[in-house]
């Protein structure tokens, strides 16, 4: 593989590339749109508590997005490659390199794949997060096979992600390195109308194999537990008794993937703090329904509303207190904003 050093030699020249300069064609599949939207829904003094933000947005930017009456979503947009190559975790193309993630991340390196036209599903934080492999990644796998066999850059999928790829007819083996003569390179991170097209069709894929009644009566509160990144509930235990007291029912994240489909779909209401844990109820979620979001204050994100927006699902959230490497949260207040989104969604 030499295009790795010829992009070197090219950058000395040229500067480092960018898929808009390196494509020979941008093609625009969903233009700038401009939506309103619900407020969210949550108690007086609740932004009072943030202190903090992830390190991807200023906090300022997530407090106006949570709180933002209309948004301006992005275009999207399909960037042509010329004589791509894929190789340690990135592509090339002249003096573009496209990072998915880091060299050997993979695992061993597999023979060279040869591909005439393909569009690329992986993305670099796809590949780090399940829930964005599952909210970003399987979405914009769907817009890469209207270009040929879709390119996914190999990774190991736990059995939740086998599962879903199943369901969604989605073919996650990957490649190690590839060769693509025409590769199509996608600006995909917008809600738009297009974004929920294509969550209306991994919805209706799920619907085919977990089929329903179409009632939705379930107030369910999901329990992330120790996955991921440690996010604990100091007082979870005493939470979740007057959860169940007032009907709700608990959904472990680590229970067998038909058991959190079924139950999901069964929801009208959702609760759980902020996560991947959370993403589950993506493809399981549509009008009538609402989420509410327990929030650290100090990793304060507005991440699920935009989802949430686009689909139709009313949102809440709660901002609790952090309390050493645990954080707090009040079931008082939990169950006041669940009371404040079901009577929006009735």
């Known amino acids: 593989m030499t295009a790795p050093y010829r992009r070197l030699a090219l950058r000395i020249f040229q500067g480092p590339g960018s898929a808009h300069a390196s494509a020979v064609h941008r093609e625009t599949l969903c233009p700038e749109e401009k939506a309103e939207t619900w407020p ?103 817009a890469a096979s209207n270009y040929g066999p879709p390119l996914c850059v190999r990774l190991d999928l736990s059995p939740h992600m086998e599962q879903y790829a199943s369901c969604f007819a989605q073919d996650w083996s990957g490649a190690s390195q590839a060769i693509v003569d025409h590769l199509v390179l996608f600006q995909d991170h917008a809600q738009n109308s297009l974004k929920r097209f294509r969550y209306e069709q991994l919805s209706s894929r799920i619907a085919q194999v977990f089929p329903n009644n179409g009632v939705r009566n379930k107030l369910v509160y999901v329990r992330r537990g120790e996955a991921g990144q440690a996010r604990l509930i100091e007082n979870e235990d005493a939470l ?27 929801a009208k209401l ?66 006041k904003t669940a009371d404040m989104a079901l009577n929006e969604i009735r």
């Open 40 to 142: 969210s829904i949550f108690l007086p003094g609740q932004l009072d508590r943030v202190t903090a933000t992830s390190e991807h947005l200023p906090l300022s930017a997530e407090i106006e997005s949570i709180v933002a009456r209309e948004y301006t979503h992005a275009p999207t947009y399909a960037y042509h490659i010329s004589d791509a190559v894929l190789y340690r975790g990135s592509i090339y193309a002249g003096n573009l390199r496209y990072f998915i993630t880091e060299p050997g991340r993979f695992g061993r390196m597999s023979d060279v794949e040869y591909f005439s036209q393909a569009g690329l599903a992986s993305t670099a934080v796809g590949y780090r997060y399940f829930g964005h492999w599952l909210r970003d990644d399987c979405i914009q796998y769907v």
């Open 240 to 266: 979740v008794e007057a959860l169940v007291q007032q009907g709700f029912e608990v959904l472990d994240v680590a229970s067998d993937f038909s058991t959190i489909i079924r139950v999901l779909r069964a």
């Open 270 to 335: 959702v609760v759980s703090i902020e996560g991947s844990n959370i993403n589950h109820f993506n493809f399981c979620a549509g009008p009538g329904c609402a989420l509410i979001v327990l929030e650290p204050p100090d990793r304060f994100i507005a991440f699920h509303r935009h989802w949430a927006e686009c689909v139709g699902v009313r949102f809440g959230f709660v901002v609790g207190t952090k309390r050493g490497e645990q954080y707090a949260f009040s079931a008082a207040e939990i169950l």
